[in-house]
Antibody, heavy 118, light 110 residues
Framework: QVQLVQSGSEWKKPGASVRVSCKAS????????INWVRQAPGQGPEWMGW????????TYAQGFTGRFVFSFDTSVSTAYLQISSLEAEDTAVYYC???????????WGQGTLVTVSS | QSALTQPPSASGSPGQSVTISCTGT?????????VSWYQHYPGKAPKLMIS???NRPPGVPDRFSGSKSGNTASLTVSGLQAEDEADYYC??????????FGGGTKLTVL
């Protein structure tokens, strides 16, 4: 069965970097693009963008350029989200989601809480 | 503030029907038939319940249905069951590189 399993919670100080992983199983990794979604405490989710799992070409939503980097390693069927120069406002749960066409996500990871605090 | 507007909460008794709204604009919900609904139990992976306004993926009970009128999409849960108690989020395509989310609705089964 299709699964997206994300890495565990992270606690980072402001200015540090973090990498969140999203390991896919149960399907051919390169068959579906991976999207990333952020949900800050008490707020609705925000779409961060996506990465083409064949070409590696990332697309970042407005507000998620510069410090955010999408990547993947097909040899381990894992997508990554790296955030640099962390700010307190980056404290959120980050989700990966498998794109199923027609602007819908058919499988999601369980989420990774990133806490940024000194 | 989320791009799509959902009521923060909704509730109903077992067996009743509840409808959750998702209001956007003529540039997103009103223009595209790409509205999806997700069910989310806190701490778990969200689950796709409805796509393309009213399509139900395999395995989703037919108690869940979606519709759209103008700039507002709706998710209706009929025959409420205890396990339907969860957070529900709508999304809508909003054009190139724009996927919009609602703020979420907490559904309580009384």
């Amino acid at each position: 069965q299709v699964q997206l399993v994300q890495s565990g919670s992270e606690w980072k100080k402001p200015g540090a970097s973090v990498r969140v992983s999203c390991k896919a199983s149960g399907y051919i990794f390169t068959s579906n693009n991976i999207n990333w979604v952020r949900q800050a405490p008490g707020q609705g989710p925000e779409w961060m963008g996506w990465i083409h799992t064949n070409t590696g070409n990332p697309t970042y939503a407005q507000g998620f350029t510069g410090r955010f980097v999408f990547s993947f390693d097909t040899s381990v069927s894992t997508a990554y989200l790296q955030i640099s120069s962390l700010e307190a406002e980056d404290t959120a749960v980050y989700y990966c989601a498998r794109y199923a066409g027609n602007h819908r996500f058919d499988y999601w990871g369980q989420g990774t809480l990133v806490t940024v605090s000194s | 503030q989320s791009a799509l507007t959902q009521p923060p909460s909704a509730s109903g008794s077992p067996g009743q029907s509840v409808t959750i709204s998702c209001t956007g604009t003529s540039s997103d919900v009103g223009f595209y038939n790409y509205v999806s609904w997700y069910q989310h139990y806190p701490g778990k992976a969200p689950k796709l319940m409805i796509s393309e306004v009213s399509n139900r993926p395999p395995g989703v009970p037919d108690r869940f249905s979606g519709s759209k009128s103008g700039n507002t999409a709706s998710l209706t849960v009929s025959g409420l069951q205890a396990e339907d108690e969860a957070d529900y989020y709508c999304t809508s395509y909003g054009g190139t590189n724009r996927l919009l989310f609602g703020g979420g609705t907490k559904l309580t089964v009384l």
